[in-house]
């Protein structure tokens, strides 16, 4: 185990270097120009220039690369031009509202949508079969902002059962945590409910046929207990698969839906940077979500060894 760790950092040093590079580029192709955006439209072209310097802003693309990389071995993002801080320091502050937002989309996704697969794998092309794959996908179809907007209109301003926007922290109020969360939280798992759902059936039905399935029928097991402990065990690998590529997705979905329910996560102070060009924050926030990913693949790598021990073997 420690050795495929090992192997998977390694394997990430490319990507993210490839990511900053891409993330770095970005900055030189896009226009506009943030320091006559700093200065104001009242500014002369000397305030403007003066900004400029101070920024680095005149100084040639390949000597600011060289200087950023420097500052990415010593664990420095670099500072927010608009912020007036870190970039490290704004986007932890912000890494727990799209980390929580992602996680328990992904919980919700995972515990309506393994059901309805295993049930459409049980009751396959009948009626329920039908039916489950239809509501599971049907999320997958709804766009995100749209489905966001439906939401606040009925349950925040018809019903008032849920605030239409906001946040507040797991540790100051539990309750109310959990009731900023509800909504966007339910949006992103519509959406990967779907994935989910139809990787559940395929891969059931992949086994439901098997030697030790057939055994565990013919020794009298319930159905439901051959599908919940033995059907959905033998199908673990491809459901987590689709797991963490649900969780990248999802987190990837956070940038709209914070947008939509006006959260204080990195999503929103991407677009931020995005909108005002602060082109520290944009690479940091590139380079993190490419991070997140990387640590996302190995854990479904490790969560395969745990639930199939013929992995671990081979390995």
Not at 88 to 113: F, K, N
Not at 164 to 181: K, Q
Not at 289 to 313: K, S
Request: no cysteine.
């Amino acid at each position: 185990m420690l050795r495929l760790i090992v192997v998977r950092l390694l394997a990430a040093v490319p990507v993210l270097f490839v990511v900053s590079l891409i993330s770095f580029g970005l900055t030189l192709l896009v226009p506009g120009d943030i320091a006559a955006e700093m200065a104001g439209p009242s500014a002369n072209r000397a305030e403007v220039e003066q900004i400029r310097t101070q920024l680095g802003l005149n100084q040639p693309p390949l000597e600011r690369m060289l200087h950023w990389y420097g500052g990415l071995l010593q664990g420095d993002l670099g500072r927010s031009i608009l912020l007036n801080q870190s970039v490290g320091s704004a986007i932890l502050e912000r890494l727990p509202v799209t980390l929580s937002l992602a996680g328990i989309a992904l919980l919700l996704a995972t515990l309506v949508g393994v059901p309805l697969g295993l049930l459409a794998a049980a009751k396959a092309h009948k009626w329920q079969d039908q039916t489950a794959m239809g509501g599971a996908l049907l999320g997958l179809s709804l766009p995100d902002f749209w489905l966001g907007l439906l939401l606040i209109w009925v349950l925040a301003v018809k019903l008032q059962w849920l605030p239409s926007g906001g946040w507040i922290p797991f540790s100051e109020d539990p309750v109310g945590w959990l009731r900023s969360i509800a909504m966007p939280a339910g949006v992103l798992a519509l959406n990967q409910m779907g994935p989910l759902a139809r990787m559940t059936r395929s891969a059931a039905l992949e086994v439901a046929n098997s030697d030790f399935i057939r055994t565990a029928r013919a020794k009298g097991l319930a159905e439901p207990r051959v599908f919940a402990r033995h059907v959905l065990t033998a199908a673990a690998v491809p459901i987590l698969t689709v797991a963490g590529i649900s969780f990248g997705i999802a987190l990837g979905g956070a940038l709209v839906i914070e947008q939509v329910f006006s959260l204080p996560g990195v999503g929103r102070l991407v677009i931020g940077a995005v909108l005002r060009r602060d082109w520290p924050v944009i690479q940091g926030g590139l380079l993190l979500t490419a991070f997140v990913f990387v640590a996302v693949n190995l854990i479904v790598d490790l969560l395969y060894l745990w639930v199939d021990p013929r992995l671990r073997e081979s390995r």
